[in-house]
């Protein structure tokens, strides 16, 4: 059983980087390719984590529906100010 990724910011340095190696490794699946403007939610339900590397813009909102629909998320977008990281922080204590 493979574990399923949807990859958040999929078309940036980060995002294809993933999306190469998992091509090569057994046992992992993109089985989505997110980039600003996606419709996140019409995909999320097919994945067993969320990895983002997107915009600090998009972490948010990301996590709220990470929250809603129970589902691990691993962050490495970086440049979120202070105010956005308090409020990641706690959104991070409801996720896996």
Known sequence: MALKILMHGSSGRMGQT???????????????????????????DQADVIIDFSLHHATQTLFELAVEKNKPLVVGTT??????????????????
């Open 18 to 44: 993933i999306i190469q190696e998992a091509k090569v490794k057994d046992g992992i699946e993109i089985v989505a390719k997110i980039d600003m403007g996606d419709d996140l939610a019409a995909s999320i």
């Open 79 to 96: 440049g979120h100010s202070a105010k956005e990281r308090i409020k990641l922080r706690e959104l991070a204590a409801k996720v896996p």
